[in-house]
């Protein structure tokens, strides 16, 4: 699948529930697209107790709509629980953009630290509504590892089940590499 075709595609970089626009890798990644000459945007999201919710992130997204950032040429790339926001948001506000590329994403997973169990839930949507993603996106793509830290093996499966993407699995945590790479 050749999902960076055409120089119009801009992308977002969507962290997960504790993270920042630039934790892990997003730094690097959005220096590394800009050198390609493409537009990416890392929007932070409040992640203090009392705002670290759903709404507080559509709001953001929001204002990208309104200002024609986010359209059919955007992809999403989402971190952790990244990929259920944007998946919920473009269900939810009838949204159509290019795609999502998911790192690690899941929805309906219970992890070991129960902070994150009380916000990710607010992130989540029902199964069935999951599945009619592929409405609003021309493709899904799913990176994810057999030894990952939070989530289980089939967590992660079931959510590139569930979005029918294609599915990327790794040995070993080295999907950055391999992302830009395709």
Known sequence: MNWSDGMNNNYFLIHGTFGDANYHWFGW??????????NCIAPEFETKEGVNNY????????EYVSSGVINENTVFIGH????????????????????????SGFNN?????????????DFYINDDIL??????????TCYYSDNDPYLS??????????????KKLFQVLCILILILSI
Not at 80 to 103: H, R
Not at 131 to 140: D, E, G, L, P, Q
Not at 153 to 166: G, K, P, V
């Open 131 to 140: 599945k009619t993603i592929n409405n609003y996106v021309k493709f899904v």
């Open 109 to 121: 997973a219970v992890i070991p630290y129960e902070e994150y169990n009380e916000i990710n839930k």
């Open 153 to 166: 093996l089939e967590d992660l499966e079931r959510f590139a089940l569930l979005t029918s993407a294609e």
């Open 80 to 103: 952790s629980s990244g990929p259920i926001v944007v998946a919920k948001f473009l269900i939810e506000e009838n949204i159509n953009v290019k795609g999502i590329i998911s790192v």
């Open 55 to 62: 709404n507080t992130r559509k709001k953001v997204l929001l």
């Open 29 to 38: 990644l959005r220096n590394e697209l800009e050198k390609l000459g493409y």
